[in-house]
């Protein structure tokens, strides 16, 4: 049931009742009902742009954040996107997460929005940005959290894909590594120790996945096959009960290998297959496709036909991409950035 | 019964969780309740008017009372009155409503910073 709005305090009014606000009052309110007060908040405000309260309140003050942070559940459970970190956590696990991605041709640029309305794609949350950049051996796209700033040097930078100079292999680069899922301890008193204690990693570029394309008997024709290893996720991620490694903050952490990559390949797709409620049917295009995970012994279970991601045309520069758990927002983009570039087939 | 701890209150001598005033406005809510219950847009209007007379720093009292009191109904109530005084505000006002300072470092305000810039950007204002 959503919070009936009521004002009870007036703007121009706030001010002048504030400054007479005595400091202990709220102080002393039990933190069971600063909790109650926060989860309110938390389930009114459950899409965008009202969900950026959420996020005010979590920078409100520590004991805020603390509390927020444990309220508001990762995209994986909740089926929601909260703070920047959603885009680097696993998607919902039951259903799939419907964003779109505009193509500004002339500047080179991706933007990556969550979508808003089933209907249209012009009603969307922006979420990344990502900027083409050619070099004489190979061409890298660059991923920012802000849309006006898409360098590497920006600290809003978060990755970034690199292809081959033909456009038929890919890396993705994360910005901090894939995090073991294991939380950084918040506690106030162990801060100190946990810093002198945690080994640090220089922020740099880890290769979190492989992409690689291939042609089918037809030709430039014909669909491409892609291939696609993803190096932070094991495979018992897409296993019953598995879990993929999910990052709880921008910070830094230790880098933890797995001995088993799952691997994803995509799947011969008909538009008439895209498993959407998006309204617009894809159009006819070699850029679409859909991504499921591939077992390593070629024995397909029921888990490995559920479609991971998929990507379809819409319109002359939109494009939809619907994603779900193992995969982030932010991996999620970053494949579908390696289909624009291919250039071993023409649309 | 709505009310469990109200027997108690009575007998406690020395009473600083609900003072006379706060009493007045949370008490005769239960029967007001029981009246209206079923009649959702008369009790919205009896909580507004409520509220009308009642200043930012007086919640927390109604709210530590209601809570004492173990009255869930009215718990609730304010508890969503000041979820509802907060909704689409900025930090600052929010930090100023409950009289916090931010008590964050440096380095900590320029990840928020970033955060609350990714949060309204490109977004419509409501």
């Known amino acids: 049931m959503r919070s009936r709005s009521h004002r009870v305090v007036q703007d121009s009014s706030a001010v002048a009742t504030i400054d007479a606000l005595e400091q202990s009052c709220w102080a002393n309110l039990p933190p069971v009902l600063l909790r109650d007060v926060l989860i309110r908040i938390d389930t009114s405000e459950d899409t965008w742009p009202p969900r950026k309260n959420v996020v005010a309140c979590a920078g409100v003050c520590r004991n805020w954040r603390e509390v927020m942070k444990e309220i508001v559940k990762s995209p994986e459970v909740s089926g929601k996107l909260t703070f920047p970190i959603s885009l680097k956590q696993p998607g919902p696990r039951d259903s799939l997460l419907q964003c779109f991605i505009k193509r500004n041709r002339s500047s080179q640029t991706y933007y990556l929005y969550l979508g808003l309305n089933q209907a249209s794609t012009d009603d969307g949350k922006f979420l990344l940005a990502a900027r083409k950049c050619r070099r004489p051996t190979h061409t890298d796209y660059i991923i920012s959290l802000n849309s006006d700033d898409v360098s590497k040097g920006s600290s809003t930078y978060v990755g970034k894909l690199r292809s081959n100079f033909l456009g038929t292999k890919f890396t993705i680069f994360d910005a901090q590594p894939p995090h073991a899922g294991v939380k950084v301890t918040k506690c106030r008193s162990t801060r100190l120790i946990n810093r002198q204690v945690t080994p640090k990693v220089p922020p740099g570029n880890y290769s979190i996945a492989h992409i690689s394309y291939e042609l089918n008997v037809l030709g430039s024709r014909g669909p491409r096959r892609m291939h696609c290893v993803m190096d932070a996720i094991p495979n018992s991620a897409v296993e019953p009960g598995g879990v993929a490694p999910t990052q709880t903050e921008f910070l830094l952490g230790s880098v933890d290998s797995f001995p088993s990559l799952p691997f994803f390949r995509s799947k011969s797709i008909r538009t008439d297959s895209f498993r959407s409620r998006h309204s617009s049917i894809p159009v006819a295009s070699v850029k679409n496709f859909q991504l499921v995970a591939s077992p390593d012994n070629g024995v397909a279970g029921p888990e490995h036909e559920n479609v991971i991601l998929q990507f379809g045309k819409v319109g002359k520069d939109v494009f939809t991409m619907d994603y779900q758990y193992p995969i982030s927002a932010f991996q999620a983009f970053a494949i579908c950035l390696s289909s624009f570039d291919t250039k071993i087939a023409c649309e | ?126």
């Open chain 2, 1 to 126: 019964m709505k009310f469990c701890t109200v027997k108690q209150y009575f007998d406690d001598e020395n009473n600083n969780n609900v003072t006379n005033g706060i009493a007045t406005t949370v008490i005769p809510l239960p029967n007001k309740h029981l009246k209206i219950k079923a009649n959702n847009k008369e009790m919205e209007q009896y909580e507004q008017e409520l509220l009308r007379n009642v200043m930012p720093q007086e919640l927390t009292k109604l709210i530590l009372a209601a809570n004492y009191l173990n009255f869930k109904e009215a718990l609730d109530f304010f508890c969503r009155t000041v979820a509802n005084a907060i909704q689409n505000k900025s930090v600052d006002y929010v930090r100023k409503f409950f009289g916090l300072e931010s008590d964050f470092e440096p380095g900590e305000e320029e990840k928020l910073c970033k955060e609350f810039a990714w949060s309204f950007e490109g977004v419509d204002e409501d």
